[in-house]
C-alpha cells in the first residue's frame, strides 16, 4: 500500500514542478516586459560568439513555438515585439483562445487574432506564447494588406496580390547610376537593386500608424546596424540632380541583407533605409503618407525640383532653427507641437529665411484674462506663428514707409495709399503634426479613399459623410479648443446669443472657448493672414504651402482646411477669396509624442532675434510682461504707422480701429454664415470687453518696449 502511494507520489512531483516552472517563467517574463533591463553592448570580441548564442536561442524557441512560420524563414521579428507592434499598428485587434489539446499538465494553447479580414493563429505552451506567434504571423500578413506592392513582394505572399506596376532593374555597382532624391536602393551581395514607379499610376499609400520607420525597424529587428557609405558611387555626381547638393548614404543590415538609402541628410538617409527594409522583409509601404499632396492655385507647376523636396526642405529649415535656438536648455526642447514660418523668394530653396518658430498647445485660463490687450489668449504654435508673420509685415512695411528702403517686401499700389506683397514673396507654413480640430479627425490606419483630392466635393450635409466612417457625424464641425488643456470639443451653440461669450460670465465659471486651429487656419485661406488692423493698410496675404509634419492625411486636411465650404462662400468681397495652398506631408514624419504638454510656449521671430517663453495658461512671459506679439504691442506699432500715412484722425481704441476695413469685417460675416449654411456650427465670438482698450495715453512701459523691438535693417 506504501509503495502505491509512493509511486503516485512520484508521478505527480514532476507534473507540479513543471507546472511551478511554467509559472514561474511566464512572471519572470511579465517582469522583464514591464522593467526591462539594460542591455550591455557587447564587445567587438565578444560579438561574434554572442551572436551565434542568440541565433541559436532563436532556433530552440522556433522550435518550441511547433514551426509557427509557416514558409520556413527564419527572419521573423522578435517574438516579445510582436504584441506590442501590432498593437500600435492596430490598436482595436483582439485575441481569442481557439482551442485547448493537450493533457491537463502541459497544455498546448491555439489562439487567433483577426487583421483586415484575415485570421492569424499561432500555438504554444502558454497563452502568451500563443498570442505571440499569433501577432507575429499578422505582422507578415502586412504584404497582403489592400495596397499594391512591387512584384518581388508580391511573390514572398502567401496570398494572392494585386497586379503591381512597380518594376525591379538590377545594375551592377560598376556601372553608371542616375536617381533622384527620392531614390531608394537594395544592396544584396555585389548587386544593387533600383525601384522606379511608373510615372502614371497612383502611388500606394504608407501605413499610418503614426510610427516612424526607425522606430519600427528598431522594434522588429533589435540587432539591425546602420553604416554610412563614402565609397565614390556616393559622392559622383551622376546620383545627383542638376539642382541638388551631394547626398548622404546609409546602409542597414538586417538578417544579412544590406539596403541602402539616400537623403539630403544623415537622417533622412537613414529613415530610407528603414523604409526600404519594412518594404522588403514585412511589406510595409511608406511612399505617400495619407495619400498624394494637395496642389496649390499659386504654386508654380514648372519648379526646378519637386513638390515633396520643398516641404522636405521647409520642415528641416524650422526643425534645426528650433534645434539651434534650444541646444543650450533642455526645459525649452520640451514641446508636442512645433511650428514656424519660411519665407522664399522667387520660389528658390537657397533663399528660404526663417521667419518664425513657436512650440505650444495650450490656452490662457479664463480667469486670467486681462482688459489692457497685453496677454496671448491662444498660444497653440500654428496660431503665434501668424501672430508673428503679422509682426514682419509691419517691420517691413517701416522700411518701406519710413526708410524708402526697397529691400522691404511690400511695394506701394500706384494712385493709392495701400500696400501690397510682391509678386516674388512667399510663404510657407510648417507644423510638425496636424492642426488640431478637424483636420486631426481620422483614424491613423484609416485607408486613404478611392476618390483623388480634386474630385472631392464639398457636402452641405455635415452628416452625409463618407459610409462607414465611425466620426462621419464629427466631420467638418466647427469645434472648440478645452481651456488650459488639450484636444476639442464640437461647438454646440445653436443660436447667436449662445455663440457669443461675455466677460461676466467667464469670472463667472463658464469655460473660455477658442476656436480650434484647422477652423482659424481655413477662415484664413480665405480672408488672408494679415488681420483686420494691416488690412486697411495691405492686400491680404496668404500662406503659399502648408507642410505637415505627421499626422497627415490629404482628404481630411483637404475638408478641414477649406474644402468644408468652398462651394458654400458667396458674396465674399475682393480681394478677399479662397487660395488653395499647396499641402502636403514629408518622408520622414515626426515620432507622436505621448509626453505631457509643457504649460509654456516658446517663441522665436526674425524681427527681434529674442526668444520669448509665455506661460500658456497666463497669457505672459514667464518675467509677467507683454509679448513682442500681443494684441496691444502689435497695435501700437499699426498706431505708429497710420499717424505717417492717414492723414484723418486715427483711433485709438482696438475695437474702433478693427472695423476700419468694411470689407474685411464682409469677408469674415460671410466666411462665418458658409459654416452655419453647410450645418457645421457658429462661429463663437470672444467677450468684447477685451478688444475696447485704448492707447491714447500710451502706456509707458508698452511704447518703450515696441520702440526697443522694432530694429530697423541697415
Known sequence: MLSVEHNALQQTLPTLSHGYKRMRDDLHDTQQSVWPKKRSKPSPANSSSLSSNQSSTNNNSNNNNNNNNNNGDTSSPSSKNAL?????????????????????????????????????????????????????????????????????????????????????????????????????????????????????????REIQSGLSPLYLLNQLKRDAQFEAITDEASSSSSLLTTNEQREFKFAVIVDGQRFIGMGRNKKIAKTRAAQLALEKLFGMCFDKEGGIPIESDTLPTDLPYSRRNL?????????????????????????KVLAGVVQTRNYDLETMEV???????????????TLNGQSLNDC????????????????????????????????????????????????????????????????????????SPSSTT??????????GHSLRKSRGLLRTKIEAGEGTIPVTAKSLYQSMQTWDGILGGERLLTMSC??????????????????????????????????????????????????????????????????????????????RAPNHAFIWNCVDQKCEIVDTLGGLTTSRESSFISKAVLFQQWLTLMRQIKLDTVPTIYCDAKQLEANYQTAKIEINK??????????????????????????????????????SMD
Open 380 to 451: 497653440h504654435a500654428e496660431i503665434i506663428a501668424r501672430r508673428c508673420l503679422i509682426r514682419y509685415c509691419y517691420q517691413q512695411l517701416k522700411l518701406l514707409i519710413e526708410e524708402n528702403n526697397h529691400e522691404s517686401i511690400f511695394e506701394k499700389i500706384p494712385d493709392s495709399d495701400r500696400f501690397r506683397l510682391k509678386s516674388s514673396i512667399t510663404f510657407h507654413l510648417y507644423i510638425s503634426t496636424s492642426p488640431c480640430g478637424d483636420g486631426r479627425l481620422f483614424a491613423p490606419q484609416e485607408a486613404v479613399s478611392e476618390q
Open 84 to 204: 506590442m507592434l501590432l498593437h500600435e499598428l492596430k490598436p482595436s485587434v483582439e485575441y481569442k483562445l481557439v482551442a485547448q489539446t493537450g493533457p491537463s499538465h502541459r497544455p498546448i494553447f491555439t489562439m487567433a487574432v483577426e487583421v483586415n479580414g484575415q485570421v492569424f493563429e499561432g500555438m504554444a505552451q502558454t497563452k502568451k506564447e500563443a498570442k505571440q506567434a499569433a501577432a507575429e504571423k499578422a505582422l507578415r500578413s502586412f504584404s497582403d494588406l489592400p495596397f499594391q506592392l512591387p512584384d518581388d513582394l508580391a511573390n514572398e505572399s502567401e496570398a494572392t496580390t494585386a497586379t503591381t506596376t512597380t518594376t525591379t532593374t538590377t545594375v551592377n555597382t560598376d556601372n553608371d547610376i542616375t536617381n533622384d532624391s527620392s531614390s531608394l536602393l537594395i544592396e544584396n551581395n555585389d548587386n544593387i537593386q533600383r525601384t522606379t514607379q511608373s510615372p502614371n499610376i497612383v502611388e500606394p
Open 518 to 595: 484647422s477652423d482659424k487656419l481655413c477662415r484664413w485661406n480665405f480672408i488672408g493672414l494679415q488681420g483686420a488692423l494691416l488690412s486697411v493698410l495691405i492686400e491680404p496675404i496668404y500662406y503659399t504651402s502648408i507642410i505637415i509634419g505627421s499626422l497627415y492625411h490629404s482628404e481630411h486636411i483637404r475638408r478641414a482646411l477649406f474644402a468644408r465650404i468652398e462651394n458654400l462662400v458667396k458674396n465674399i468681397p475682393t480681394p478677399y477669396g479662397l487660395r488653395r495652398p499647396f499641402i502636403s506631408g514629408v518622408s520622414s514624419p515626426e515620432m507622436r509624442t505621448t509626453s
Open 311 to 335: 516641404a522636405d526642405r521647409i520642415a528641416t529649415c524650422i526643425q534645426d532653427k528650433f534645434n539651434q535656438l534650444t541646444h543650450n536648455d533642455v526645459r525649452i526642447q520640451r514641446r
Open 458 to 467: 464639398t457636402n452641405q450635409d455635415p452628416n452625409n459623410k463618407q459610409t
Open 674 to 711: 458658409a459654416f452655419q449654411k453647410g450645418g457645421f456650427g457658429l462661429w463663437i465670438i470672444k467677450p468684447h470687453e477685451q478688444d475696447e482698450f485704448d492707447l491714447s495715453s500710451g502706456d509707458a512701459t508698452l511704447l518703450r518696449q515696441t520702440n526697443q523691438s522694432m530694429p
Open 355 to 369: 521667419i518664425c518658430v513657436t512650440t505650444g498647445t495650450k490656452c490662457i485660463n479664463g480667469d486670467r484674462l
